[in-house]
Nanobody, 119 residues
């Protein structure tokens, strides 16, 4: 089992920045892939970015490349999403996900954090 707690969402003006955090209840070295997803009203949930256990492989949605950066701090069991140059279309609930594919496999989600980009 893994519990994920997101934080860092809020209201920001276009062009601003936010950093989201996802704290895991266990060592993230035991988690194969961690990622950030988002869901805007009336739309399907979509991948924003993910990162592998070693941190060497990252993947980004085309819409956020060059603006968002995913990173992980293994010592703090936390994954971050640094969001710069925010646009109104980035407004959504952002969710953290943890996927374990080897021993005791599982797929876990956090409760989400609201990000609103508006002037």
């Amino acid at each position: 089992q893994v519990q994920l707690v997101e934080s860092g969402g809020g209201l920001v003006q276009p062009g601003g920045s936010l950093r989201l955090s996802c704290a895991a209840s266990r060592s993230i070295l035991s988690i194969n892939v961690m990622g950030w997803y988002r869901q805007a009203p009336g739309k399907q949930r979509e991948l924003v970015a993910d990162i592998t256990r070693g941190g060497f492989i990252t993947n980004y949605a085309d819409s956020v490349k060059g603006r968002f950066t995913i990173s992980r701090d293994n010592a703090k069991n936390t994954v971050y999403l640094q969001m710069n140059s925010l646009k109104t279309e980035d407004t959504a609930v952002y969710y953290c996900r943890a996927v374990i594919t080897n021993i005791d496999p599982g797929d876990y989600w956090g409760q989400g954090t609201q990000v609103t980009v508006s002037s």
